[in-house]
Structure formats: C-alpha cells, structure tokens
DNA sequence: TTGTACGCGTTATCAT
DNA sequence: ATGATAACGCGTACAA
C-alpha cells in the first residue's frame, strides 16, 4: 500500500513469467499470440489497471499525438468557443490538446512556445498575443517542420503563413447592408484599435455596403475606440452629440464596445435612442440577460474556425510531403437577430 | 531542408565529436566539464535550437511534472477565473498544467481522466461533472499514489477526500445579512437544482442570517428552480406575485438565474421593482454593461479557490510521506457592491 | 507460439 | 576532463 511499483509491461511479465514482448503483444492483438496468453495477459493488465506510459510511446514512435494551442485568454467567450471545435475534431483523430493562455503578453507567449516544443507537439495553433511583431519563437516549428496555423487574429506582419479567421469583411457587410435595407440612410461605424487589422477589414465591408447602395460615405459617421470605456465614451459622443444629422444605425466592432456605448447613450437618455438600431461582432451569450438587447449580433462562428484550422493542421501532419502552399481559410459570419 | 534530423544530445554530439555524456553535461553545468567545451556545446546547442525532449526527461525521471485540470465548462467564468489561480502558481514552481473540459458528461469526464493517466500527471484537480456519482476513473489515481483535489464542486458522495470549495454558505449568510442591515424584513431566497449540495449551505447561510437578526423564518419566502429559463420564472411568480407582502429583496443562488428573474420582473412591469434590492452569486464581469445591475454580487473568489486547490496539491506531490490527513478548504466568499 | 535484442532521448554511475 | 554504459517503458524485427 505504500511504495507503489508502477505497472509496466515490465512488472505485468515478471508477475505473469512470461516475457515483456509476450505481455506487449497480447495486449495489442498480435495474432501470434495463443488466445489463452492473451486472456490472461489482458485479465491482469484489467487488473492491475495498466496504462501504456504516454511518454515511453511518444519516444518510441516520435511523435506525441498532442498538439498546442496558445491563445490570449480564456475568458473571451470567442477563443473558448474556437476550442470546442478543435478539441472535438482533434479526439476523434487521436489527438489530444493542450492549451495554454499568454493573457495576451508576449514573454507568456514565448514561454507558452517553448514548452510546447520541449513537449514535442504535432502541431500548433495559435492566435498571437496583440503584441506579437516578432515571429522567432513561432519559427522555430517551421523550422522543425512542425506545421502552425494562425488563427483568429490575423498575423500581418508574418505573411508567409496557414491562416484560418473569420470572415470579418463579409460579416460587416452583412450588418451594414441589413441595416441599410431596413431603410437606415445614416449608419455609423464605431472601430477597433487601429493596430488590429481586422480594424480595417470591417471598415471595408462597411464602406462597401454602402457603395453598393449608393449612399454615400461621411466621414463624420466613422469614430474608433478601444477596450477602454472611457475612449468609448468619446467616441460615442463624437458621433451622436453635437450635430445636426446624429447616425440612425451603428455597427460596432465588438459588443463589449457596443454595450459599453448602449449604457453611455442610455444613461445620458439620449432622446432617439428608441429609433436607433445596434448591431456589433460576437453574440454573447448573456444577450438574452438584456432589457434592451441590440437588434441584431454578427456571428463570427468560433467553433467553425477552430474546426478549420483543426482539420488543415491534422492535414499537414499527415501529409509528410513537401510543405503545401500557405492557405487562407475565412470562416463567413452571420447575422442573429435578438428582436 | 527537407528531412529534418531532429535535434538531440546524440546529434550535437556528432556534430562536436564528443560524447552524448559530454553534451549532457556540458548544457547541465556540470563542474568536472571544461569551461571551453562548455562554451562550444551550448554555442551550437543555441545555434541550433536544441531543446531537451521532455517524454524522454519524464521517462527516466519517472515524474511529468505536469498537473492535470478537469472541470466541466471553460465558458463558466468561475472556472476559467479558477484556471488563473492555478496556472500561476504551479508554473512558479515548475510544473505545466493539462486543461480537460468534461461538458458535464460524465463519459468525457472518465475518458479525460484517463488520458491524463497515460500522461503520467503528477497530481489532478478536478471539478468534477453533475453526474458523476460513480468515481472509480478517479480512485484509480489515489490507488497509483496520485493526488486528487476535488474543487468547486463537493463531491457529496465521495467523502474521504481532499476539497478545496467557495464557502457558498458564509457567502449566503454575509448577502443576506447585508440586506438585513440594509432596513429588509423581507428577504427571499431562490435556489437552485436541489441535488446540488451549495443549494442547501446557501440556504443555510440565509436561515442563519435570518435568526441571527431574530427575523422570522417564512417557507412561503423561499423557491427552487434551476437553469431553465422557464422554471425561474415559475418561481419567480411564486415569490412576487398573488400575495399580500412580496419580499423587498432576493438572494439567487446563481447571476445567471438571477438576471432571468430580474428581467422577467421588469418586462412584466412589477410595479415595486425599484424598492427591490437583489444580488446573485458570480459577480460576472458583463454587469458593467447592465443598465440597472443587481446591488450587489457575491463574489466567490474562484482564482482564491484555484490558487488553495495547487498549492495543496503541490504540497501532496512533494511529501512523499505518508498521505496526510483528508483536508477541507473553504474560500471565504465577499460582497461587491454595484450601485 | 514465445523470447531476445535494439532503439527512441536523457541522466547518472562508473570507468578511463 | 571525458567517455562508455545502464536504465526509464514501449514496440517490433528477428531469432528460436
């Protein structure tokens, strides 16, 4: 009961006296094995509880069968949802999944790298901290071979690399035409931060729609912030106080903006706010806690991204070929009406 | 280019035309190694990104220094926040962690717990999933020597064991007694699903408050329900509505039930809504974006919680001595104000 | 049908 | 100061 000898084929042959291989084999089903041998081989391995040592196998075959995820943090609901579909895609092909989190610092990210590489992983897939310019810890798989695929955020200043993202052009788009067709003429765009590409994607797919409806752009309906509430603020006031012609309509970037932008209006009782309609990136899920939810959200499918950027990794493992050409992947967005 | 010979102590050793012992001792500082080869073993060994294989360390060290983590759901923020409290710590100290979602499946859950066997884990902790009531997957661990932390969820049925919980009932007792001082003569309680053992030290946290105030105890003040939308309001009808004296103030076993009565109560127009004060167990971060948010919330500390969780655990991993008394750790809960 | 021997990458012990 | 060897647990080619 007190000092625990490991169970080991080792330790399964002695108490058997039979060899280890014998032991090894019956366990797998070699057919050369006699069927009475391997019924009590396979008894006493139920027994004794015997599980093959992970990291005995991953030497042995040189390869773990584990592949890395990093990503900023946990807690936003669009990097823990890209997990249930990777994860779920990943166990059906036999591999396990660690994650790790670099709350969005690059020194955790870097170490998160490292660790992953001594734990010899498959194959990584990472959405890179906002603070990621340089790429060495992250080439070190290339040059090992091992495949990465960027995914979530969009690594502009890495060209040259598998990219799996939502299809954050089209879902602004979608948005800003929805509101258009619903008659809106003057509808806002309330950005990002400007380091963060996707940024400027929206603003395309924003501009856009409008193009293609012939309405034409004003300057004064574009305000950017960041996650900080006070900025938001600004912003907001920017576009809706002071003016002749204040928006009808505002697609904003992510609806913790969005919702941090509704309250500010609300509680300054900003008097059209009952004929203004709000459409933001995300769909949260305590939506449905809100008195006075948007009117729509714009979908951005995580769980479709994270399957993606799964299955194109699984791909480049398997195929032990030359490097295949860099993919792009998009994962469309949709709309989701709340009212 | 193309076939990658892998980076090991045999290859670096090729490549210096020393021995593999020599290369391992170089890189381990070893004092009996002469400072100049140190000097060309660790120049190459950066050169070409040499990093110890950590299946073959654990192999021969007979120890992963990895811990594993099941837990039900990462979009529960009490349990991404207790992820937090664990990761730092048990990295200060060398050791990863393994993340495991069972999704409250008890199958997931048993599949997890062993993959994480065959991993060789040092230690595990475990939120364990709503119905798992059988823990043979679990004692396989403690039979091989191996330490389990049972947290955030008691394992009512599983009694000899080591528990790190919220003190859900100091919580109970500290929110209902601040509604007491407050001026209430009217406190409900609305608890959640009756299997759930925090239902019932909840509710003893209520009672206690109410007696300690010699406020008379009213069944007729009390309801369950669990995260059904549609069964919170049943109960919420219960409480507020055909009855002479509705109460003046809710204690809700959980922020998500909580913010499904509050709001059924607004849209249903309840009349003395604004003499009703209310707070929940959570304290989720999206309150900030509620236009009327509860007056308070019990914040149950999970990253306290998880912190307590990995320092036992490292504590039983260390102290190879005979297993320690079966301990029990309650994480004092606080109330956090929102208006 | 079973057993022996080797190698995966690393460290530690014991030569040299 | 350096090198040879064994061992950790496993699968498999080859020998018996």
Redesign the pocket.
């Known amino acids: 009961m007190s000092t625990k000898t ?1 169970v ?3 330790f399964l042959a002695q108490k058997l006296k ?5 032991v ?2 019956a ?2 089903d070699y057919p ?3 069927a009475y ?1 391997k019924e009590r081989v396979k008894q006493m391995a139920a027994e004794l509880h015997f599980t ?2 992970k990291s ?2 991953n ?2 075959i ?1 390869k773990s069968y584990t592949i890395g995820i990093i990503l900023p943090d946990l807690m936003d609901h669009y990097f823990t949802r890209s997990i249930f579909g990777i994860e779920q895609y990943a166990r059906q092909h036999g591999y396990n999944v660690i994650i790790g989190q670099s709350y969005d610092d690059l020194k955790k990210e870097v170490d998160l790298a490292n660790m992953l590489l001594k734990s010899r992983i498959d194959g990584l897939i990472i959405a890179i901290s906002k603070n990621t310019e340089n790429f060495d810890h992250l080439d070190l798989f290339e040059n090992l071979g091992l495949p990465i695929i960027y995914y979530g955020r969009n690594p502009s200043f890495n060209l040259s690399c598998h990219k799996v993202l939502s299809n954050t052009y089209q879902g602004c788009y979608k948005a800003t035409d929805f509101l258009i067709k619903r008659g809106h003429k003057r509808v806002a765009y309330l950005g990002g931060p400007k380091m963060i590409s996707f940024t400027h994607d929206r603003f395309k797919g924003y501009i856009n729609a409008l193009n293609d409806s012939n309405i034409p752009f004003e300057a004064s309906l574009v305000a950017y912030t960041d996650f900080d509430q006070a900025n938001t603020h600004n912003a907001i006031k920017e576009l809706f106080y002071n003016r002749e012609n204040p928006p009808t309509a505002l697609v904003a970037f992510k609806e913790q903006i969005l919702f941090d932008a509704m309250k500010y209006l609300r509680s300054n009782k900003y008097e059209k706010m009952d004929q203004t309609e709000f459409i933001g990136f995300g769909n949260m899920p305590f939506i449905r806690y809100l008195d006075n939810p948007p009117l729509a959200s714009i979908e951005e499918n995580p769980e479709s991204m994270g399957e993606n950027a799964i299955k194109l990794l699984l791909k480049l493992i398997d195929q032990k070929t030359e490097a295949i050409e860099y993919q792009e992947i998009m994962v469309d967005c949709e709309l989701v009406l709340h009212q």
């Open positions: 490991p080991t084929l080792k039979v060899s280890i291989s014998t090894s084999k366990l797998n050369t094995i006699n041998t093959p040592n005995a196998l030497l042995q040189q």
